[in-house]
């Protein structure tokens, strides 16, 4: 009776419940196929993902993984003419003469005292210098290591010296895999930020045993790490080169190989063939060698021809071909390929200045990252010792409420006359400030007002005009039209004075 009362208000098993699958992907034979062609896998572009994967950055750019591309772009640049002339013109673009300071307190005396001293110690650590080479390693080398020391015998009343750091001698040589706050040279606190390196006490590439090889911890405030970052959690750096460095490669084999057969072709200077039967012909031995009286008349044997060998080379498409490697190989860098190649002859104006529009604002983007990785932090470490020095810093606050900024060099303009105009327009309708004209310049505004006044009242004081316009009439000279300025240089032809 109980068994059947059970039974009655028993309820009935629940269907399963299957798991709807995702509209966006259906399921043939096996195979996924998503929403986008990228994603499907087939016979067709199988070999051109093969080596796409899904590693972190940390583990991408392996300490494995960065000596070899370190290596190889070492010694590309080193044997490479092109690619060695467009890292030293990067860093020179980039850095130049160095960076300049203007500080900006209420102290205008005070201020200029202290950029004084602060170009003075520059000079004497070779500032400028050190941040070329920091740029070349960048592109190079992928990162740059800078080490904040105390220099007793630099000819400074302040102290603080620089030292360059080579990025292989910054590695963990007891790295654990299941430390996760550190990486290979750096370690971490729980907030991400870099407490200290590791750095080895001898440079890389001594005879030394395994067990010589230590590191050291050094403080993160002595440091300055500086590369490219191109992903989130990317804490050490590769070159910059790395996706030109096959096409450099490929340019030096084609010209080794145009030279070698050139050289192959100029081995023989010409060949004899027989044009009448043999048996009318004097006998040769195959591979014998008939020497020709240079610069006159010779005569052969009886049916005998002579045919110079033309070289061809090299090709019509050579110069296409190093162009274009070129231009592509350049476009990692966001370089023109005028600059690159160094020849601007199918350049005219307009696509000169087109083209490097790009090229400049890359360079300011640099400037700017490294005034805050690296600059700024370095002057504050020269706060630091000079606030021993009595008189020398001016009392307005302390040193995180003071404002600077960094004066670089400024880009040269192709055609000074039209700059000068275009500045005097903007000027005279206020759409244009002498501060930025003047930073544009990398100058201060404030030092060349007053380097201006002082030449004013020289030139008063010993009777030298100055303030005679000399203008250039529409009538005395021909002005280039737009359309003629956007020619080539090479197809512009120069008329007649009298025309």
């Known amino acids: 009776m109980l068994q059947a009362f059970k039974q009655l208000f028993r309820r009935p098993p ?15 034979g096996g195979n996924a196929h998503a929403s986008f062609d990228t994603a499907a896998t087939n016979d067709e572009n199988r070999k051109q993902w093969r080596y796409a994967d899904g590693l972190s950055a940390e583990r991408c750019n392996s300490a494995q993984v960065r000596r070899i591309l370190r290596n190889r772009g070492r010694y590309e640049t080193d044997n490479n003419s092109y690619l060695s002339g467009m890292m030293r013109t990067l860093a020179n673009d980039c850095i130049g003469r160095g960076p300049r300071l203007q500080l900006n307190t209420k102290d205008v005396v005070g201020n200029q005292r202290v950029e004084r001293a602060f170009a003075h110690w520059a000079k004497q650590v070779r500032l400028a210098e050190k941040l070329r080479i920091m740029r070349r390693g960048r592109a190079v080398d992928g ?9 007793p015998r630099l000819a ?23 430390d996760s706050q550190r990486i290979d040279g750096i370690r971490f606190d729980e907030s991400g930020n870099p407490v200290a390196y590791d ?39 590769i070159p910059e080169i ?56 010779v005569t052969l044997p009886a049916g005998w021809d002579i045919n110079q060998i033309d070289a061809k080379q090299p090709t019509t498409t050579y110069d296409s ?25 199918s350049y005219n104006y307009a696509s000169g200045r087109l083209d490097h529009q790009v090229y400049y604002k890359s360079q300011t983007v640099d400037r700017d990252d490294l005034a805050i990785v690296c600059l700024d932090r370095v002057f504050l470490a020269w706060l630091d010792e000079a606030a021993m020095i009595p008189g020398l810093l001016p009392e307005d606050g302390p040193f995180a409420a003071w404002q600077w900024q960094w004066f670089w060099d400024g880009n040269e303009h192709v055609d000074p006359a039209k700059e000068a105009n275009a500045a005097e327009i903007l000027l005279r ?32 004081e010993q009777g030298v005009p100055w303030n005679q316009v000399v203008s250039t009439s529409p009538d005395d000279e021909e002005e280039e039209t737009d359309e003629e300025s956007e020619k080539p240089a090479d197809s512009k032809k120069k008329e007649p004075a009298n025309a």
Request: some cysteine; overall charge negative.
């Open 14 to 28: 629940a269907a399963p419940v299957r798991a709807e699958r995702p509209r966006e992907v259906r399921f043939v």
């Open 143 to 151: 990162e740059a290591f800078l080490q904040l020391v105390t220099n």
């Open 156 to 178: 400074s009343a302040i102290k603080l010296d620089l030292r360059l750091i080579a990025p292989e001698r910054v590695t963990s040589t007891d790295l654990s895999v299941t």
């Open 199 to 237: 750095l080895l006490d001898r440079p890389v590439g001594r005879e030394l045993g395994i067990n010589d090889w230590k590191s050291r911890p050094v403080d993160a405030s002595q440091m300055v790490h500086w590369f490219r970052c191109e992903r989130a959690e990317q804490y050490r750096g």
């Open 242 to 297: 790395v996706p030109a460095l096959h096409l450099f490669a490929q340019l030096r084999r084609f010209t080794l190989a145009v030279l070698a057969a050139a050289e192959a072709a100029a081995d023989h200077a010409g060949v004899i063939k027989a044009n009448v039967p043999p048996e009318d012909v004097e006998k040769y031995d195959s591979g014998d060698v008939v020497e020709l009286e240079p610069r006159s008349f």
């Open 321 to 345: 071909f190093v162009s274009k490697i070129l231009n592509e190989a350049a476009r990692c860098l966001n370089m023109p390929y005028n600059v690159a190649a160094g020849n601007s002859a």
């Open 429 to 460: 309708n206020n759409l244009l400030t002498l501060a930025h004209y003047y930073a544009a310049q990398g100058q201060d505004w404030r030092d060349a007002i007053m380097q201006r006044a002082e030449e004013i009242k020289l030139c008063e």
